[in-house]
């Protein structure tokens, strides 16, 4: 595996109770991740170190083989690194093709912002809504407004955080084909994930985090039919992030 993004020996602790403790995984070039695990298991804890969110008590994340402790949110988004949240963030007030336009011009000339805007929303499939206002869109939509947004950065991986959360199955379905087909552009991705009809579609390898570590990895199919893994959903977790 050619490694896109490393995570070494990461911890993190609030207020006494490790939320992350001494995880590794990497995420290959080109690779969809399932990143699973029950409530409370850590997986958020863990993008949020990934993202630059939190900082780690210990531990490293290296990016296209690059030490990057010490740069913020900001920066690793600038980079490359880009994520969504379990709650859509659209921005009220603005339509879905300024809301775009907007972080597209962060690194784009006007013409330029406006030609990889009208890009993004087509690959999204969000063109014809393009006039509408953030806040009138239904849920899988704004999710997929998220996924624009960061597309507008031209990220080399993206974090997606229970994108298919609270949509119904043919909503679901198209999620699925949309992130297949930002995987298929060339972005890796790591996506955390309850819905295990879309973990076991999507995901090319899964890594499983229970109680803050990490419990195992490997083959889908094989991880959802290890012991440890089916006594960890019974069973749960912990409760945090």
């Excluded at 911890?11 to 070039?29: E, H, Q, R, Y």
């Excluded at 988004?77 to 969504?84: C, D, S, V, Y």
């Excluded at 063109?127 to 960061?150: G, N, Q, T, V, Y």
């Excluded at 889908?220 to 089916?230: A, K, T």
Aim: net charge neutral; with cysteine.
């Amino acid at each position: 595996m050619d490694p896109i993004l490393e995570i070494r020996h990461l911890s993190k602790a609030f207020g006494g109770i490790k939320a992350v403790n001494d995880v590794s995984f990497c995420l290959g070039k080109g690779e969809l991740l399932g990143l699973i695990g029950p409530n409370g298991s850590g997986k958020s804890t863990c993008v949020n170190l990934i993202s630059g969110a939190y900082i780690p008590d210990s531990g490293q994340v290296l990016f296209c083989g690059k030490d990057i402790q010490g740069s913020n949110i900001c920066q690793r988004a600038r980079m490359g690194i880009g994520r969504t949240f379990q709650t859509p963030k659209p921005f009220n007030g603005l339509t879905v093709y300024d809301s775009v336009y907007t972080v597209a011009l962060q690194s784009c000339a006007y013409k330029e912002a406006a030609d990889k805007t009208e890009e993004i929303l087509e690959m999204m499939e969000l063109a014809d809504l393009s006039r509408m206002f953030c806040e009138k869109l239904p849920i899988e939509k704004r999710k997929w407004l998220d996924m624009a947004r960061i597309l507008a950065n031209d990220p080399k991986v993206i974090m997606l955080d229970e994108v298919m959360a609270g949509l119904n199955p043919a909503e679901m379905e198209e999620s699925i084909r949309l992130v297949r087909k930002l995987n298929e552009s060339g972005i890796s991705i790591i996506f955390i994930e309850h819905v295990m009809k879309a973990v076991i579609k999507l995901s090319h390898r899964l890594v499983v985090l229970n109680e803050g570590k990490l419990l195992c990895g490997g083959d889908p199919e094989e991880v959802m039919r290890n012991e440890s893994v089916i006594k960890a959903y019974l069973g749960g977790g912990r409760h945090r992030a």
